[in-house]
């Protein structure tokens, strides 16, 4: 297939390319009306369609007599448990948790958090959602009672789901009290739980709200699936924006699905029967997209992977599982590689496992530096592709399509824009900037299907966040340019939002809780480089006159505040006191330049700075503390 003809067909004959790919799907009622476009900011996809995503992942394979296909294969290192499920096992699983959710009162339209570790049941009550037309938020479980709370609030779960504990490195996570703290901050109370109970760590229920999860899923009858609305809600995803408050991605069933399985197809070249491994977490994008719902629908095997690339037990782990299930596709993060290759850089452990079954590796999340990607190559012999997208669009805006014709890799890119995409790079006053100059990265609307139509319950905030800036385009969020022969370059965010081990935050939710303390005057957080976790949080704070805390002191308060906010991977382990931040003459903290000169980068001083000389105080400290690059 030659790449350009089909992306010219994507983005110039949007309705005849999408209605085909729509036709790709078992709808309930087939589509008529493919693009609805009031104007620029107001259009959907397939909005006369009807479908059921659970279905479509699940029923339709027994439906065909696929029944007996492995659907799941979920891998725990750190229970040490293994098991595999096909799809048969999956649609009754699935609709015996649909069945109780229902009991729960649960209905179509209604919203349910799941905040559970990387369990089978995890995506199976996902699912189970879908089936039902409700609509779930799954919340990571690394996030902290507060973080929890907060979407609690905003999403206003008739049910949560939930279990007794997480396992991580080393350490069990109790999910249940972070539950029950963050059920007592937020001021809507969901009317009952269901709580599935780990033999690593019960927990106590209280009788008549918190129901045990194997109990009920078991006394309940099967929940069969309803048809919904192409532009119903499928599922609402918290990501961090630039304040506290999270946004809300809305994703839709009609959209989505179709999305789903297209990118299967042509960004994965996956095909049906293939083992489908995207190493992240149900609590993210990648795991909404690439763990449960893409590899269903599209006929894969899916894993469900509870443990880390290195320590779970060893930095094997990852090329083990590759050869014990034959994977054909895998995808992480490149933190995660850049993990391994620390604890294993003689490659000693990835020597000892076939990867003949593996055709591609794929890497999105963050940035992947091209020292990772040189290594990897040369290690697995694979091609590795890295691939650009974000919670709001659910799958790659960028890629090198590999189910179209693999394109030359040029390093630092994530090569070219994928079907339905039209990017562009735009100057502070909106104008298209030509090859290699460097700008915001936008993307002309309609974004196609799978795209978030909205903010949860804040449309005004959804025009604010993304369309008002550029009026007909779709602001990223991240920089970057355009080169001669039109592979887009991601240069990193332009906003306060870093990447710290592929997982997104905001600086600025950061800055707002250090800045809670009473003996802070001042700060500001930024994200230097770093190693392992592509970036990690730095937090500098000018204190109160009055203040008489020692600098170890309020170091370890904040740290302490700032774990119990948003939660132990915020990584937020760094603070230096200064007397001062460099600010413009109009007293904006100029925390990008700080940034360069923490991270040893070339910089030009900002021709508005108020006084240059603190800087140079910055760096001084930065070196004492040894974070400086330099
Ligand atoms: N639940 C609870 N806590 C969690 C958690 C979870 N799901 N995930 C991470 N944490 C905690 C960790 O235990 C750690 O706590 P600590 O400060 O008490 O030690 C803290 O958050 C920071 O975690 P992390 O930076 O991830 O360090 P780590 O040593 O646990 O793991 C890696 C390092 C590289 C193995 C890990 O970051 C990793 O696998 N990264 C890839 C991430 C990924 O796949 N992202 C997907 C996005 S596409
Ligand atoms: P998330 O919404 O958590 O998936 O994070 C999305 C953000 O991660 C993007 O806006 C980028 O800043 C960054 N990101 C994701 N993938 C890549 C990539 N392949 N290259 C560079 N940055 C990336």
Request: net charge negative; charged share 25%.
């Amino acid at each position: 297939m030659d790449y350009n003809h089909f992306y010219n067909e994507s983005i110039l004959n949007k309705e005849y390319f999408w209605r085909n790919q729509a036709s790709k799907i078992a709808w309930f009622k087939t589509p008529e009306n493919i693009l609805n476009v009031d104007n620029e900011e107001n259009y959907s996809w397939f909005e006369d369609g009807e479908l059921n995503t659970c279905y479509l992942a699940v029923d339709k394979h027994v439906d065909e007599g696929k029944g007996d296909k492995l659907a799941f294969i979920y891998d725990s290192p750190v229970t040490n448990t293994k098991k595999q499920f096909t799809f048969l096992e999956v649609k009754e699983r699935v609709s015996k948790i649909a069945g109780s959710l229902k009991k729960l009162g649960i209905e179509k339209g209604d919203t349910v958090i799941i905040y559970m570790p990387m369990v089978p049941d995890a995506a199976f009550s996902m699912l189970a959602c879908a089936r039902l037309g409700a609509v779930h938020s799954v919340v990571f479980g690394g996030f902290a009672p507060h973080e929890l709370a907060i979407r609690i609030e905003d999403a206003k779960p008739k049910v949560v789901i939930s279990a007794s504990c997480g396992i991580e490195i080393e350490k069990i996570i109790p999910y249940k009290p972070f539950l029950d703290e963050a059920i007592a901050l937020a001021s809507f109370k969901p009317s009952a739980t269901l709580i599935l109970q780990r033999d690593t760590q019960r927990c106590d229920l209280k009788a008549g709200f918190d129901f045990d999860f194997e109990t009920t899923v078991t006394a309940s009858s099967p929940a069969d699936f309803v048809t919904v609305k192409a532009t119903d809600p499928l599922y609402i995803l918290y990501t961090s924006g630039t304040t506290g408050k999270p946004k809300g991605i809305v994703r839709d069933n009609g959209g989505h699905a179709v999305a789903m399985r297209f990118s299967m197809e042509y960004v994965y070249n996956a095909k049906e029967g293939d083992v489908f491994w995207a190493a992240s977490d149900v609590g993210w994008v990648v795991g909404h997209s690439y763990i449960v719902y893409a590899p269903l629908i599209a006929g894969c095997t899916s894993i469900i992977f509870e443990g880390k690339p290195i320590k779970t037990p060893d930095p094997s782990t990852f090329w083990r599982m590759m050869e014990e299930y034959k994977v054909n596709v895998f995808f992480t993060a490149p933190t995660a590689f850049r993990a391994i290759r620390k604890e294993d850089p003689e490659s000693v452990y990835f020597r000892k496992y076939d990867l003949s079954a593996l055709r591609t590796i794929f890497v999105a999340g963050e940035r992947c530096e091209p020292s990772t990607i040189h290594w990897l190559r040369e290690l697995t012999q694979k091609p590795i592709i890295d691939h650009w997208w974000q919670t709001e669009t659910g799958w790659a805006i960028v890629a090198n399509m590999m189910g179209v014709a693999q394109l030359p890799v040029k390093e630092g890119s994530a090569t070219k824009p994928v079907c339905g995409y039209e990017v562009v790079i735009l100057d502070e006053e909106g104008e298209v900037l030509g090859p290699n100059q460097e700008g915001f990265v936008c993307i002309k609307t309609p974004l196609p299907p799978g795209c978030l139509p909205t903010l949860w319950n804040d449309e005004v905030r959804y025009k604010e966040s993304y369309l008002d800036k550029f009026p007909g385009y779709y602001l990223t969020g991240d920089g970057g340019y355009i080169d001669t022969d039109g592979y887009v370059f991601i240069m990193g965010r332009i906003d306060d939002v870093i990447n710290v081990s592929g997982h997104r935050l905001s600086t600025g939710e950061m800055e707002e809780i250090v800045s809670s303390h009473a003996a802070v005057a001042e700060c500001a957080v930024i994200g230097i480089a770093d190693e392992i976790s592509g970036q990690k949080p730095l937090g500098l704070v000018v204190l109160k006159d009055s203040s008489n805390y020692s600098d170890e002191q309020i170091q370890r308060e904040l740290i302490a505040l700032v774990r119990a906010q948003i939660g132990a991977m915020a990584a937020f382990r760094t603070v230096v006191v200064v007397k001062r931040l460099p600010k413009t003459r109009s007293g904006k903290i100029l925390r990008k330049t700080m940034r360069m000169v923490i991270d040893g980068v070339p910089f030009t001083i900002p021709s508005t700075i108020d006084d240059p000389s603190i800087l140079d105080e910055i760096k001084e400290i930065a070196v004492t503390a040894k974070i400086c690059k330099v």
